[in-house]
């Protein structure tokens, strides 16, 4: 009960999160939006940790790092993804493929075995990729290549970061997570000089045709940037980034691998649910339609 409590009030957060930090990389970018979300992610895991204590080992530092930078490049093409949008079809596609990994994880590395509704889910799952974000009809927010190419690997490398998390010392408490923030704001922030200088170039068109921003991890898609706007958005992120982290951490270490990866990819209810409210993005019935089959093939690998 505490993994499946752990899970889906994870995925929850996560959801929440991933829909600030979208709206935060449209005004200001993903790079910053990004390393923005991850300092103030520090500070929260500073305070948990006086809550719950844990022991530093050299596994704990390890896999904190290697998980920073997994987790930093998931979390920044996740957010360019939403930026580009539409994101009640990019974020159901990443957490899809977020829990699809580890499963076969499992299967093919760890030797693990699914009952043969958890084999029927992968199938289901394959045919929810392809309503969700191939949808022929005219009326369909369709999609952009990059956002779902972006939204792929950001699938991928969430499912490297919960395989990851597995191997993380029990007794470490929310330690792996302190290295892991140190990763992502080292990188994101490395990149902000970089970022600066890309900027500079596609606003004088070299390397762009139409001399308009094209580099949607550095301003933005629209390229228009609102840094008051966007770093509010960002500390938002932040918190429950880190929280939603937390909760996984937790959940991973109190139950199964599997289950949590498909309970962590839930997290997509709550950015399509701040979408529709918020942005009024709307998806056709086939769409809808492949939404649904995603989160069926999620429960029945939970079960499996």
């Given at each position: 009960?505490?993994?499946?409590?752990?899970?889906?009030?994870?995925?929850?957060?996560?959801?929440?999160?991933?829909?600030?930090?979208?709206?935060?990389?449209?005004?200001?970018?993903?790079?910053?939006?990004?390393?923005?979300?991850?300092?103030?992610?520090?500070?929260?895991?500073?305070?948990?940790?006086?809550?719950?204590?844990?022991?530093?080992?050299?596994?704990?530092?390890?896999?904190?790092?290697?998980?920073?930078?997994?987790?930093?490049?998931?979390?920044?093409?996740?957010?360019?993804?939403?930026?580009?949008?539409?994101?009640?079809?990019?974020?159901?596609?990443?957490?899809?493929?977020?829990?699809?990994?580890?499963?076969?994880?499992?299967?093919?590395?760890?030797?693990?075995?699914?009952?043969?509704?958890?084999?029927?889910?992968?199938?289901?799952?394959?045919?929810?990729?392809?309503?969700?974000?191939?949808?022929?009809?005219?009326?369909?927010?369709?999609?952009?290549?990059?956002?779902?190419?972006?939204?792929?690997?950001?699938?991928?490398?969430?499912?490297?970061?919960?395989?990851?998390?597995?191997?993380?010392?029990?007794?470490?408490?929310?330690?792996?997570?302190?290295?892991?923030?140190?990763?992502?704001?080292?990188?994101?922030?490395?990149?902000?000089?970089?970022?600066?200088?890309?900027?500079?170039?596609?606003?004088?068109?070299?390397?762009?045709?139409?001399?308009?921003?094209?580099?949607?991890?550095?301003?933005?898609?629209?390229?228009?940037?609102?840094?008051?706007?966007?770093?509010?958005?960002?500390?938002?992120?932040?918190?429950?980034?880190?929280?939603?982290?937390?909760l996984l951490l937790f959940g991973i270490q109190t139950?199964?691998?599997?289950?949590?990866?498909?309970?962590?990819?839930?997290?997509?209810?709550?950015?399509?649910?701040?979408?529709?409210?918020?942005?009024?993005?709307?998806?056709?019935?086939?769409?809808?339609?492949?939404?649904?089959?995603?989160?069926?093939?999620?429960?029945?690998?939970?079960?499996?």
């Open positions: 009960m505490l993994t499946v409590l752990f899970g889906l009030s994870g995925a929850l957060v996560f959801g929440s999160g991933d829909f600030l930090g979208g709206m935060a990389s449209k005004r200001m970018g993903a790079f910053l939006a990004t390393g923005v979300a991850g300092v103030v992610g520090l500070f929260v895991l500073f305070g948990l940790n006086l809550f719950v204590p844990g022991e530093v080992t050299p596994e704990t530092v390890f896999w904190g790092l290697i998980s920073g930078v997994c987790g930093s490049l998931a979390i920044l093409l996740l957010y360019a993804a939403l930026a580009i949008g539409p994101m009640s079809i990019l974020s159901p596609l990443g957490a899809l493929i977020s829990a699809i990994f580890p499963v076969l994880w499992a299967i093919f590395i760890a030797g693990e075995t699914l009952a043969w509704f958890g084999y029927l889910a992968l199938g289901i799952g394959a045919i929810a990729i392809v309503l969700v974000a191939f949808t022929l009809e005219k009326e369909a927010v369709k999609p952009r290549l990059r956002g779902i190419i972006f939204a792929s690997i950001s699938g991928i490398l969430i499912g490297l970061f919960l395989i990851v998390m597995d191997q993380v010392p029990q007794g470490a408490g929310v330690y792996p997570l302190v290295f892991n923030r140190f990763v992502n704001i080292t990188i994101m922030f490395s990149a902000v000089g970089g970022m600066a200088l890309i900027r500079w170039a596609h606003k004088r068109g070299y390397l762009g045709r139409d001399g308009k921003p094209r580099a949607d991890l550095v301003v933005g898609d629209k390229g228009v940037l609102d840094y008051k706007n966007g770093i509010l958005l960002a500390l938002g992120c932040g918190i429950l980034d880190a929280t939603g982290n937390a139950g199964n691998l599997s289950v949590m990866s498909v309970l962590t990819a839930m997290y997509p209810a709550g950015t399509i649910i701040l979408a529709a409210v918020i942005l009024r993005e709307k998806i056709t019935k086939l769409q809808l339609f492949g939404m649904v089959l995603a989160l069926a093939a999620a429960g029945l690998l939970a079960l499996s």
